[in-house]
């Protein structure tokens, strides 16, 4: 790269744009990162639960690409730690999901059977099987299901990690400052304006959430990538009360190895509003507390919000249409952690080689 001739442009330093640089770095491209915030992994990869769920979907092509990132996480967490002494804390805590009544024992043994049928593990106990791996449950679940490949990561950490590690490989970082337009020749872009000032490359890659749509209608193609708010609330229990991440009720509840516990999340399509409310954080107290009643006794330390990158078909990963040059990588809705790593590795070999491992063509970006 010279001063003002980028090779790639990554326009978002959230996760998934951080996970891009990380990639094309260890394949000795340098890519310039662009983001508005004065830091990177300020937006949904900062507000992120982290939960890496192996059951994330039942419809193929998707559960694949899931599978194919958790498998990823933990050689991922070594070299991160090794590279850049960040600990990313991915714990394979396995999620316990309860059931409290027949209609969702229903849902989640049927849940359970899809998942064992394409080769994941899934168990299902009795209340007292359950007791005995989380005391603190309520005395009034009828059952759960143990998804025992599921884990858990500091997101913050990850992001951070991603981009330190990115940054020792040679990737540049512009932070602070949006990109507000794109510089067209001959119907191609072939820069991007920052602050007034137009910066240059030879492919851009737009990894901007839920704020991709935006940057897209600029180029002329109108593909929705909507903003849904997501409320947590940040409680403290010490001793810690829970080993599992247990979900129940629409609620989850991940425990971090600090005695933090984070109670999430909504999902509201409220466009970019990230306030969080009382009856968002009322939400998740109550069902907190049916699941385990001395969540009741514990510390609150905060509650906030922020906007999963949402896309009908998403998430959405290869060439926008009529552009050789522009990728989008975006729309990954609630499973943006999860999918960071397979995310980075298959956008750094589509710019690279032009052969991903994994077909892209079920997540190709269209026009509807
Ligand atoms: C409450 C909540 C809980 C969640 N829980 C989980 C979970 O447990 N597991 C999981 O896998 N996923 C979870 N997710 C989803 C996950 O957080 C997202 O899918 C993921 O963070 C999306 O990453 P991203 O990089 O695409 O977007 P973002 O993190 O939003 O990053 C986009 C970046 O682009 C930048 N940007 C935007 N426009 C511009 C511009 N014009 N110029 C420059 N920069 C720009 C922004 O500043 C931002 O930094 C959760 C999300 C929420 C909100």
Redesign the pocket.
């Known amino acids: 790269m010279n001063r003002d001739h980028a090779d790639v442009i990554i326009?978002?330093?959230?996760?998934?744009?951080?996970?891009i640089a990380y990639n094309l770095a260890k394949r000795d491209i340098k890519p310039l990162l662009?983001?508005?915030?004065p830091t990177?992994?300020?937006?949904?990869?900062?507000?992120?639960?982290?939960?890496?769920?192996s059951h994330?979907s039942t419809h193929e092509p998707y559960p694949t690409l899931c599978r194919a990132s958790l498998e990823r996480y933990p050689v991922l967490a070594e070299e991160l730690r090794a590279e850049t002494q960040i600990d990313i804390e991915f714990i394979q805590s396995g999620t316990l999901s309860v059931f409290f009544n027949q209609a969702e024992a229903a849902g989640l043994i049927g849940l359970a059977d899809r998942r064992v049928k394409r080769g994941f593990s899934a168990e299902v106990l009795t209340p007292e099987q359950a007791w005995q791996l989380e005391p603190a449950l309520s005395k009034s679940i009828v059952g759960a299901v143990l998804f025992p490949e599921d884990a858990?990561v500091r997101?913050p950490k990850m992001?951070t990690a991603l981009a330190k590690g990115a940054a020792k490989l040679g990737a540049k970082f512009r932070l602070g400052?949006?990109?507000?337009n794109f510089v067209k020749e001959s119907g191609r872009v072939i820069g991007i304006v920052?602050n007034g000032e137009t910066l240059y490359a030879d492919t851009f890659v737009i990894?901007?959430?839920?704020?991709?749509g935006?940057?897209m209608t600029q180029l002329g193609v109108p593909i929705q990538i909507e903003p849904?708010?997501?409320?947590?609330v940040l409680i403290e229990t010490m001793p810690p009360l829970f080993q599992h991440v247990v979900d129940g009720l629409d609620i989850?509840i991940?425990p971090r190895v600090d005695g933090k516990v984070l109670l999430?999340?909504?999902v509201e399509f409220v466009g970019y509003d990230k306030t969080a409310t009382v009856d968002g954080a009322k939400q998740m107290i109550d069902a907190g507390i049916t699941i385990a009643s001395q969540l009741a006794d514990s510390a609150f330390v905060q509650t906030?919000?922020?906007?999963?990158?949402y896309a009908k078909k998403g998430?959405l990963l290869g060439y926008l249409p009529g552009y050789d040059n522009v990728v989008l990588?975006?729309?990954?809705?609630?499973?943006?952690?999860?999918?960071?790593p397979i995310t980075g590795q298959l956008i750094a070999e589509l710019l690279t080689t032009g052969q991903p491992s994994l077909p892209l063509e079920p997540f190709q970006p269209e026009v509807a």
């Open positions: 326009i978002g330093g959230g996760i998934i744009g951080c996970a662009i983001d508005k915030a990177v992994g300020t937006e949904a990869s900062w507000a992120g639960a982290g939960i890496l769920t994330a858990q997101n992001v400052n949006p990109v507000t920052v990894a901007a959430g839920c704020w991709a935006t940057l849904v708010k997501g409320q947590i989850y991940v999430g999340a909504t906030w919000a922020g906007l999963r990158p998430p990588a975006s729309g990954h809705f609630k499973n943006g952690i999860l999918l960071a």
